[in-house]
């Protein structure tokens, strides 16, 4: 605690001398927005937004502590290392990750680790449900995370501090600087974090269950966001993105090897991810075109052998868009990535895949809309399977309070086979078939609002079936250190089937304002490859059949409080359901104030995670920790 009383004499002291040196009040220009935003294409699509208050308040801590707090999603953690995430029961390389419309997943695994995501870098985060491939590309399958900043064209300066200390010895420190004069802007992004991770946890894999504390889960973090906008004129603008991150960490051991002092098992990662844009519109339509370089190093060292992946990839784009009226939209683009692979094991690897895109937007009847998407991939030189999609809205209800209307999607996806899955020696198979799925779902959503209550519910019906599901499975062979083999095979026939319910309700009267989030999914995903041999009914290994999540928050002039609770349901940690991990609820609470001085923001929050100290397990034999506390503080200056 001697750490965290010093850390706040610090940023007191700190916060006194911003005040001291106040700039004036910004004055902010009205912003033109240019193009169709992408939302235009997505009818018939589930997109939601993490909420404003709990995505600030998660800033210090990475995606995976947000999304759990705010969508049923599934992540899977092996405790405070790699994180992989799970859309409508699909696997983690189902998942699309784009950055500013760029897939930011390893070409080589085809998924990103979750862990290596800070909230703080992201300025908006949207999750697209179901099918998405004619839209973003191959790996959406299950689902697609989008990660996007664009210009704000703001005046003046504003500047942002983020700091916090939390149990295990973990601190995060962030600050972000803006600058406009309504032509030029820039907008930079440091941040820095370390963690211990020492917590205590009871070893249930050793007689008794004995109190350990958790050895070999060190990690750091650092990183540095660049944007550069530059306006000619109100219809033409250029924008460049930059981003740059290096972590090292310790992969967790499992609770079997936790205090085998020869084990050190640690993995390095840097990234490099760069784009530029230009961007003109005119009576003619809006017009795109970007060039994206993504680069990233990954040193594993196991048993103090190191492997090196290294990959980069260059990606053009250009992207046409024609508003013809306000019923009718249309957008045509093509995208190119080259991609070049190194490993130590695997060696170099070059390949070439292009992408041809159309959007088109309709609404045929003042209560009935339609979007056709549709995406050609040519890979080696050859087109793969046509990707389209097709999502219409009808509204059913339509008064001045309330409204009520229907969705349906119908989509095809398609998925080829990652580096490694085709190359990995011993163990690739370059024989492996693409996957192939074919998606549907239905949903209702209603709004209604009235005086100051504002309520929105939507649920959701899906259906995906997906031929040569591609899954690594042990192939029966040991390693030199003890551990089972794995090798990618084809799982003839997945279906994945489930229900999705969200409730969004606020209210403010007075200086008090409340809103709670229900998140709630039920999937039931099996391989139907042998339905006489498995009887069709063993759900895919690490797939919780039920997920769910909720928070409400309650504020009260500048004082506010959040609470959540994250449920996770039952897993199977092997295929045949022979073995499972027991459903687990995790409940934080937080308690925050605000205060203003002059031309000072300042945002105080203490939090509590886990609070009723649940003991429990994510992945089998890793530990997690329990009970543990975090004080933060936000300095907002300008603005």
Known sequence: MKKIYTLISFL???????????????????????????????????????????????STHNIVDLLNQQSPIYFKSNGTGLSSVSFRGTGP??????????????????QSDFSLLPVFAMDRIHLQYGSAGALNGSDAIGGSILLNSSPQWQEGIQA?????????????????????????????????????????????????????????????????????????????YLTFQGWYQNSQKDIQPPMSINNVTNYHSQEED??????????????????????????????????????????????????????????????????????????????????????????????????WSITANARQVMFKGKFVPFTPSLGNEWALLKRSNRQLKAKLLLARSYRIPTINDRFWVPTGNPDLKPEDSYSGEAGLVYNFQQNNWKLEAETTYYL?????????????????????????VNLGNVKSEGIELNVNVSTQWNVWKWSSHLN?????????????????????????????????????????????????????????????????????????KQINVNKLLLDFSFSCRNLFDI?????????????????????????
């Open 520 to 592: 709630y999914s039920h999937s039931k995903t099996i391989d139907r490859t042998n339905p006489n041999e498995n009887k069709g009914s063993f759900q895919l290994a690490y797939t919780p059949k039920n997920t769910g999540a909720f928070s409400t928050s309650l504020g009260y002039n500048n004082w506010y409080t959040l609470g959540t609770l994250n449920y996770t349901g039952k897993r199977f940690s092997l295929a045949n359901e022979a073995s499972s991990l027991k459903a687990y609820t995790l409940t934080n609470l937080s308690l925050g």
């Open 464 to 488: 995906m079936k997906v031929t040569n599901w591609i899954q690594w499975k042990p192939n029966g062979n040991i390693d030199e250190f003890g551990y089972e083999i794995y090798s990618p």
């Open 615 to 639: 003991n429990y397990q994510n992945i089998e034999t890793y530990a997690m920790p329990g009970r543990n506390y975090q004080i933060n503080l936000r300095a907002t200056f300008g603005g």
């Open 160 to 236: 942002s501090l983020f700091q916090s200390a939390a149990s295990f010895d973990n601190y995060f420190s962030g600050l972000s600087l803006n600058w406009g004069n309504g032509s030029w802007e820039s907008r930079s992004k440091i941040y820095y974090q370390t963690a211990k991770n020492d917590f205590e946890f009871k070893n249930e894999s050793l007689e008794g269950s004995p109190i350990e504390r958790q050895q070999n889960a060190n990690s750091k973090l650092y990183g540095f966001l660049q944007d550069f906008n530059y306006r000619f004129s109100s219809a033409s």
């Open 93 to 110: 390389s189902h998942t699309a990750v784009l950055w500013n419309g760029l897939n930011i997943n390893s070409p080589t695994l085809g």
């Open 12 to 58: 007191t002291i700190l916060t006194g001398s911003l005040q001291a040196n106040s700039l004036d009040t910004l004055k902010l220009q009205e912003v033109t927005i240019y193009g169709i935003p992408q939302e235009k294409y997505i009818t018939g699509s589930k997109i939601v937004a993490p909420d404003s208050l709990v995505q600030t308040m998660a």
């Open 270 to 367: 840097q990234s490099l991810r760069l784009k530029a844009s230009y961007h003109q519109n005119s009576n003619m339509g809006y017009f795109t075109t970007g060039l994206g370089f993504l680069y990233d190093d990954y040193v594993y060292i196991y048993s103090n052998t190191p492997s090196q992946t290294i990959f980069s990839q260059i990606i053009p784009s250009i992207n046409y868009e024609k508003d013809f009226s306000p019923k009718s939209s249309l957008k045509v683009g093509t995208q190119w990535n080259f991609i070049k692979a190194k490993n130590d094991i695997i060696g170099n690897i070059s390949e070439e895949r292009g992408n041809l895109y159309a959007s088109f937007r309709f609404q045929p009847l003042d209560f």
